[in-house]
């Protein structure tokens, strides 16, 4: 099907400081983080300023922003022409007393992370990993781990963005209410966000502990005491042997301090030696373990900046339901261990707090959120998928913007109650569709099947 081609290789896009088109040879596609799949255009444009980007915008009938390519399935993707944002990664303003942060949509968080820590400063939670762009994130409403911590779109408290009209559109949480709850997981499909202001807090220590081979049995019966034990908590799981491989403990500290980290958590054992998510793999691209104290932003993600997160070649999916049916969820895809095991790497749980962002998964509804990270055989995982989504189906499941799923459009409809509503935000800064892609089309706009 054209050019988006689920690949099995990886290869680096290209990037540019200039507002030119930015040459690719024949065999160096522009491809996702992954390299599963191949974009369906190889235009792509840097933009070093406003002015380039409302020239940009003005100037084309159909783009999309790119942020640092990590999603797995085509939300990011086009056929018509790509605006990259990647040379905008300034800090605008650091206001110590409106305590805000307000930066470049094409910052990641590993640029900004040891900014913030260097004056003070720190944000309230991170993916597992720092390498992805602010804007790009929050606009599929990625999230790390923590009851109390909503998604990394919750700490957005300002965005800026070129409309469609070529307009600089200012929104802000305390000043316009249900229409800037609307457009922070904004899924791309409104503008190009050129600014984010994000709520900080003063700097603060975390401690690392892993535990290995928690019993299922102990999760069952106590998974709220588990949850709460620690600031983020991480189960990570082969669904084999009733058993969760690796608990990972982010304690904050001295808030946390009474945590002892004893020798037994749960039945689960405390680990002699940092450890990867997947066991087979070197520890060296995580986060220290061993309850090292160390800045926040060095141990809320589990991967490293400047190393491959995760396993690199793979695919990912994920699936949120209510928190209130996490064990019967667990245990449903548990029953599936079987199916699931050959095709996985590892799988993550992790809390998410409620919000109130329209598009966000965890919209009114407290999560837990099941992740997969699965070998790169796309024809096999699509063909799991539906089987998993159909035992969480009775939960309401709804998926990951940025990861693979097959629910259809008119389950997407039903589970997400704002989502017509958001079809009219977007009809509002966009009319014509100039942001919109085959995945907005079939997933938002329209209502036929499947997703990826
Ligand atoms: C190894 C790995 C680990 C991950 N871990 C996590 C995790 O812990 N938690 C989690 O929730 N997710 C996780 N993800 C998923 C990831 O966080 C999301 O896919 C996120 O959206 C990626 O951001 P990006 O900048 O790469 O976005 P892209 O893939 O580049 O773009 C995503 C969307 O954002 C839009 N966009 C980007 N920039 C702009 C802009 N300036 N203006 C308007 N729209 C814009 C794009 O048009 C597109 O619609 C992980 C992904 C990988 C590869």
Not at 30 to 53: C, F, H, P, R, V
Not at 118 to 131: D, F, Q, T
Not at 264 to 283: D, Y
């Amino acid at each position: 099907m054209n050019k988006r081609t689920f690949l099995k290789v990886f290869s680096a896009a290209l990037t540019s400081r200039m507002i030119s088109p930015l040459l690719a040879s024949s065999d160096s596609k522009l491809k996702n983080w992954a390299g599963n799949l191949e974009y369906g255009t190889e235009k792509q444009y840097s933009a070093n300023s406003m002015k380039d980007i409302q020239e940009f915008v003005r100037t084309h009938d159909n783009l999309k922003a790119l942020g640092t390519r990590h999603c797995f399935n085509t939300i990011a993707d086009t056929t018509s022409e790509f605006l990259s944002l990647k040379a905008m990664e300034r800090v605008v303003e650091l206001d110590p007393d409106a305590r805000t942060v307000t930066i470049e949509s094409g910052m990641t968080y590993g640029q900004l992370c040891p900014y913030l820590d260097s004056r003070g400063w720190a944000l309230h939670n991170l993916a597992s990993l720092p390498h992805i762009s602010v804007a790009g994130a929050c606009s599929t409403a990625t999230h790390g781990s923590g009851e109390k911590n909503g998604n990394l779109s919750t700490a957005v408290s300002a965005i800026e963005m070129v409309n469609a009209a070529s307009e600089v559109i200012k929104l802000s949480r305390s000043r316009d209410g249900e229409m800037f709850r609307s457009a922070v997981v904004g899924l791309g499909a409104l503008g190009v966000i050129t600014k984010v202001t994000l709520d900080i807090q003063p700097r603060f220590m975390m401690k690392q502990y892993v535990y290995e081979s928690l019993p299922l049995s102990e999760l069952r019966e106590h998974f709220d005491a588990i949850e709460s034990t620690a600031y983020s908590v991480s189960l990570f799981t082969d669904w084999q042997e009733k058993r969760i491989n690796e608990v990972w403990l982010k304690i904050r500290v001295p808030d946390e301090s009474k945590f002892g980290a004893p020798a037994e958590f749960f039945g689960a054992k405390r680990a002699t030696r940092n450890l990867h998510p997947i066991v087979a793999l070197s520890a060296e691209n995580c986060t220290e373990q061993m309850g090292v104290p160390g800045p926040w932003y060095e141990r809320l993600p589990h991967f490293r900046m400047g190393f491959t997160p995760s396993a690199g070649k793979e695919l990912q999916s994920e699936y949120f339901v209510p928190r209130q049916n996490a064990i019967e969820a667990i245990l449903a895809v548990e029953r599936l261990g079987d199916k699931v095991g050959p095709h996985l790497l590892i799988s993550e749980i992790r809390t998410i707090a409620a919000d109130d962002l329209w598009m966000s998964p965890c919209y009114k509804q407290a999560s837990v959120a099941i992740h997969f990270t699965w070998k790169q055989d796309w024809p096999a995982v699509k063909a799991l998928l539906p089987v998993i989504e159909k035992e969480l189906g009775p939960f309401q499941v709804r998926p990951h913007w940025g990861k693979l799923f097959t629910i259809s459009a008119a389950d997407l409809h039903a589970r997400y109650q704002r989502l017509p509503e958001f079809v009219e935000t977007c009809k509002r800064y966009d009319p014509h569709g100039k942001f919109r892609n085959e995945f907005l089309d079939r997933n938002i706009f329209g209502n036929k099947m499947g997703s990826a």
